[in-house]
């Protein structure tokens, strides 16, 4: 004779979970953040996806119609091609740099103890307090035909140099702004690793650099891939820098947007360009993204 098993009893009202009683809340509560996401994002993006397709008369200024003009301009045109390959050029050296030095800056920072933690955290930081353009201006100031680093130059009878208006200035500039936004994140990365880790590769026979590139520069991957797209994306959209310090001849596509908006009035075409500098942004982006988190997954499975 089997006994039978009671059934059990339909769970009280009291003990359901709140998702159960109110099903709708999390779309509530996501509410504000989308409707700021899209007035704040979406819509001016979709404006200017519009705009870019507009014909643009210049003996009136006036726009309407439909057209691709813009797009075929920009793409068959050795003159915009060029300061699109020069933007991503120097977008990927400034990114290439910031893991160079932000990583090792950010291992270092880690393994320090308070008060000295806080104290570099701080001076890492501080130039995020100032403005971009004041920044700029401080290298143009001291990158100058007269500026401190000439004055050594000629001191030590190396002669005047022209520092301004070159890439390698952009670049430098570029790297001092962006190289914060490298640092944080695999600071983050490496806060989360337990030093364990890295003592048992110690105690197995491995040397200091073996133990940090093969233990744990592998698990601190996420936070080298946020801080290299961070400091990609800001760099190559970047403006102030560029403008000051890359001057009328050496543009960059975020200057181009700049004179089709406010110099030529070419609404239309500038919101091609600005269109473009996105999508070819999110196709180089993505990409790298991909690429790194495919080696993440491999070497850790």
């Given at each position: 004779?089997?006994?039978?098993v009671?059934?059990?009893?339909?769970?009280?009202?009291g003990?359901?979970?709140?998702?159960?009683r109110f099903?709708?809340?999390?779309?509530f509560?996501?509410?504000p953040?989308?409707?700021?996401?899209a007035?704040l994002v979406?819509?001016?993006?979709?404006l200017?996806?519009?705009?870019?397709?507009?014909?643009?008369?210049y003996a009136?200024?006036?726009t309407?119609?439909?057209t691709?003009?813009?797009?075929?301009?920009?793409?068959?045109d050795e003159?915009?091609?060029?300061i699109?390959?020069?933007t991503?050029?120097?977008?990927a050296?400034a990114?290439?740099?910031?893991?160079?030095i932000?990583v090792?800056?950010?291992y270092?920072l880690?393994?320090?103890?308070?008060p000295w933690r806080?104290?570099?955290?701080l001076?890492?930081?501080?130039?995020?307090?100032?403005?971009?353009v004041?920044?700029?201006?401080g290298?143009s100031m001291l990158?100058?035909p007269?500026g401190?680093?000439?004055a050594?130059?000629?001191?030590?009878?190396?002669?005047?140099?022209r520092?301004?208006?070159t890439?390698?200035?952009?670049?430098?500039a570029?790297?001092h702004?962006m190289?914060?936004?490298?640092v944080?994140?695999?600071?983050t990365?490496l806060?989360?690793?337990?030093?364990?880790?890295?003592q048992?590769?110690l105690?197995?026979?491995?040397s200091r650099?073996?133990?940090i590139?093969?233990v744990?520069?592998p698990?601190i991957l996420?936070?080298?891939?946020s801080?290299?797209l961070i400091?990609?994306?800001?760099?190559?959209s970047a403006?102030a820098?560029?403008?000051?310090?890359g001057?009328?001849?050496l543009k960059?596509?975020?200057?181009?947007v700049y004179?089709?908006?406010?110099?030529?009035?070419?609404w239309?075409?500038?919101a091609?360009v600005?269109a473009l500098l996105l999508i070819?942004?999110?196709?180089v982006?993505?990409?790298?993204?991909r690429?790194?988190?495919g080696h993440y997954r491999?070497?850790?499975g």
């Amino acid at each position: 004779m089997s006994a039978t098993v009671p059934e059990a009893a339909p769970a009280a009202s009291g003990d359901e979970t709140p998702e159960r009683r109110f099903p709708t809340a999390p779309l509530f509560l996501s509410a504000p953040a989308v409707l700021l996401f899209a007035a704040l994002v979406l819509i001016p993006l979709f404006l200017t996806a519009l705009l870019s397709f507009n014909q643009f008369d210049y003996a009136t200024g006036r726009t309407g119609g439909f057209t691709l003009e813009h797009y075929l301009s920009v793409l068959t045109d050795e003159y915009y091609l060029e300061i699109f390959l020069r933007t991503f050029r120097i977008s990927a050296l400034a990114t290439v740099i910031c893991v160079v030095i932000g990583v090792p800056e950010a291992y270092i920072l880690s393994r320090m103890s308070n008060p000295w933690r806080s104290i570099f955290l701080l001076v890492i930081l501080a130039p995020l307090l100032v403005s971009v353009v004041v920044r700029a201006f401080g290298w143009s100031m001291l990158l100058g035909p007269e500026g401190p680093v000439n004055a050594a130059l000629m001191a030590f009878g190396i002669g005047r140099m022209r520092l301004l208006y070159t890439e390698g200035t952009v670049i430098v500039a570029l790297v001092h702004v962006m190289l914060p936004f490298m640092v944080i994140p695999v600071w983050t990365s490496l806060q989360k690793l337990d030093p364990a880790v890295e003592q048992a590769a110690l105690s197995f026979g491995a040397s200091r650099g073996t133990a940090i590139v093969r233990v744990v520069a592998p698990q601190i991957l996420p936070g080298i891939l946020s801080g290299s797209l961070i400091v990609f994306g800001l760099s190559a959209s970047a403006f102030a820098i560029p403008g000051l310090l890359g001057g009328r001849r050496l543009k960059m596509v975020a200057t181009v947007v700049y004179d089709q908006y406010l110099s030529d009035l070419n609404w239309p075409m500038g919101a091609a360009v600005a269109a473009l500098l996105l999508i070819a942004n999110l196709i180089v982006m993505l990409t790298y993204h991909r690429l790194v988190e495919g080696h993440y997954r491999r070497r850790l499975g």
